[in-house]
């Protein structure tokens, strides 16, 4: 079984922007429920009521001339796209909570809250996965076998900063052409600026 992390090509895509108003004023300003700062494995759908609006938006130079995502990945999350909503739903509902969201254009689109952690069933190769000394992931490696039954996870080893899935997940999106996102098996590496071109380019 191949295991992969998702990372978010922000070199050719836009980043999506909360409405931390909005966020705030739903969730009582919980910071458990700031789901504009917060990613954290827990479910919200009991706190927001109505969709959470979002945006797409050039904010600097270097985003000009970027296209809008399909899909990103947000501190171990992910936007869905209607389309992407559509293609992923029935794979990774096992696995996590989608929240509702509404662009600037007024399309729906779903946060995927990935519910979970490989520590939770001993997965992590302790022995394996390392940090360096100041606390970043150097390698982070997992019991494949353990999660057989786990389309998506993620792991408190590294703050829950990245999301991995199994092969069929990278195949489905492929498949489906959604953009926005890549793969690596360099397992919590996060940092598109840090892969070759080609690499992004054959997502």
Excluded at 139 to 148: N, P, T, Y
């Amino acid at each position: 079984m191949s295991l992969y992390t998702i990372v978010f090509d922000n070199i050719h895509y836009l980043g999506m922007i909360w409405d931390s108003t909005q966020v705030a004023q739903l969730s009582n300003n919980d910071m458990d429920h700031r789901i504009d700062m917060n990613g954290f494995p827990i479910r919200h759908g009991d706190v927001f009521k109505e969709p959470v609006r979002v945006s797409f938006e050039e904010r600097g130079k270097e985003d000009e001339g970027l296209a809008k995502p399909d899909i990103a990945a947000l501190q171990g999350r992910l936007y869905l796209s209607k389309a992407a909503y559509d293609v992923l739903a029935d794979l990774l509902k096992e696995d996590g909570e989608f929240l509702p969201l509404i662009d600037e254009g007024g399309n729906n689109a779903y946060l995927f809250t990935p519910l979970r952690i490989a520590e939770d069933i001993d997965a992590l190769d302790t022995a394996l996965s390392k940090k360096n000394e100041w606390g970043d992931i150097e390698h982070l490696a997992f019991f494949e076998e353990k999660l057989k039954d786990w389309m998506v996870f993620r792991a408190e080893f590294n703050g829950y900063y990245t999301l991995q899935c199994k092969e069929i997940v990278k195949i489905t999106i492929q498949r489906a052409k959604l953009t926005g996102v890549f793969f690596t098996p360099d397992l919590g590496n996060y940092f598109s600026n840090q892969f070759d071109e080609k690499v992004i380019s054959d997502h």
